[in-house]
């Protein structure tokens, strides 16, 4: 095992990862812009390096910097978290050449991955139902004839990209021109590469991800699967595990070709196969992301494990200890994720001040979280407050502890959506398990009128 680990990350999963290493006896640095210089990771961490400005391209996305931090603290590993460079496959490649550790996937996965068109030629090889649309990155007037040949609404995706970030939906010609440079631009900024490719809008749609954990000796298992259907913008804000939704049959085979496209692909660590699961219990494949997922507490409440810690393991070259027949999911768990935006104008970002924040140490409840206020919430950088996660011996009662820790959370001085949160679990709908991946938008829509 290594001994000292390096976090490429910001907010409340760096903290999670310096939490998780410090339990291993690992030694941590953080890394921070301008506008993180007193956030909880500095404090946490045993070593804090500054790696520039407040913008993402001059600080968390400078590989140059981080290696030049990694180096100048010796540190010996890096964790790149979720998002930013966690799927850059050049990141990953600097680290092998420089002799660090990236905890995560080889260069090699990580370009197949990365580039989210090839998997789906991958997934096809594998025997995998595929969303149509485009395999290959296209400029405008392909993707047009290709809008043409499958039929609107279509999806933008940014190739490199994942999180809902570079995403678009275009329901006819005149709208996808538009998307395709909002959505260039957007993944150009987060992923530094603007790849677009194309897929049908299914209707309808539940959005299912299962959780792979392979080492490097051949061992693949999975930790079931998480529901992610309650986006706004193509992410997430609600999860829940298990999916109400999927029959045993459709688990069991969603869970069996995520495994088979993950050993096709060479995956080692951790790694995600995305679904989309229609009406009729159809599922198509849709993308892999060979990371951390911001989810991923749900499936540690279900299945009882600490996935940032075997991802620690497995990248210091340890093998796989637990067998699948280790893994099984015991009672429910519900993720709301705060965010500072106003879902009454759109889920607008609402960055700013905040003065207080406090939450009750309940049964069956975590909060994930880097706030410490008073603070500001800069600008710059996604919204994510905190994550609160609940855990229930059975569905109802994970939704009313929810409920019950979302009322008892204190906020002053900052919009959020704490609130539309727990209307969100009072529904009528989320109740009886009915929605889909346009639900959540169209739920804030009505409360608006």
């Known amino acids: 095992m290594f001994t000292k680990l390096l976090i490429a990350n910001r907010g409340e999963i760096a903290v999670r990862i310096i ?75 600097g680290c092998k050449e420089r002799g660090l550790v990236f905890v995560g996937p080889s260069p090699e996965v990580l370009a197949i991955c990365g580039q989210k068109a090839e998997t789906r030629k991958k997934a096809r090889l594998c025997g995998l139902p595929v969303v149509p649309g485009s395999d290959d990155v296209l400029d405008k007037s392909q993707l047009l004839e290709i809008a043409e040949q499958i039929g609107y609404p279509v999806l933008l995706k940014a190739s490199a990209g994942g999180g809902g970030i570079g995403m678009g939906l275009a329901k006819n010609a005149r709208a996808l021109e538009k998307e395709w440079d909002r959505c260039q631009s957007r993944a150009e900024r987060a992923f530094g590469c603007g790849a677009i490719y194309l897929e049908a809008a299914l209707p309808s749609v539940r959005h299912i991800e299962i959780q792979v954990i392979s080492d490097g000796y051949g061992n693949y298992i999975h930790a079931f699967e998480r529901e992610c259907s309650l986006q706004r913008r193509h992410q997430k804000v609600v999860e829940e595990s298990p999916s109400p939704h999927l029959s045993p049959d459709l688990r069991r085979q969603l869970c069996d070709w995520s495994l088979s496209l993950c050993q096709s692909i060479g995956l080692v660590g951790l790694g995600t196969v995305e679904f989309l699961v229609d009406a009729q219990n159809h599922a198509y494949f849709i993308e892999v992301n060979p990371r951390l997922q911001v989810e991923h507490g749900i499936t540690e409440a279900v299945c009882g494990v600490d996935l940032v810690a075997l991802q620690l393991q497995m990248a210091a070259g340890e093998p796989l200890r637990l067998k699948q027949g280790d893994l099984v999911q015991k009672g429910s768990a519900i993720e709301c994720r705060l965010y500072a935006e106003d879902p009454m104008t759109g889920f607008l970002p609402k960055p700013g001040y905040l003065e207080h924040f406090s939450y009750a140490s309940e049964e069956g409840i975590r909060v994930d979280t880097a706030l410490q206020a008073p603070q500001e919430i800069p600008p710059f950088y996604d919204p994510l407050l905190a994550k609160l996660i609940a855990w229930g011996k059975d569905r109802e009662e994970a939704r009313l502890r929810a409920i019950h820790a979302l009322k008892a959370l204190q906020f002053k001085g900052l919009k959020q959506n704490q609130e539309f949160l727990i209307q969100v679990l009072q529904a009528d709908d989320f109740v009886s398990d009915q929605y889909n991946t346009q639900w959540l938008e169209a739920f804030a829509q009505s409360l608006r009128e």
């Open 19 to 93: 939490r998780a290493a410090h339990q291993m006896g690992i030694h941590t640095v953080a890394v921070y812009s301008d506008a993180d210089k007193d956030s909880m990771p500095v404090l946490l961490a045993d070593e804090a390096v500054h790696i520039g400005a407040s913008a993402l391209a001059e600080s968390y996305l400078s590989m140059d910097a981080i290696f030049e931090a990694a180096s100048k603290t010796g540190a010996e590993a890096i964790h790149p978290g979720y998002g930013l460079l966690s799927e850059n496959a050049l990141f990953s490649k």
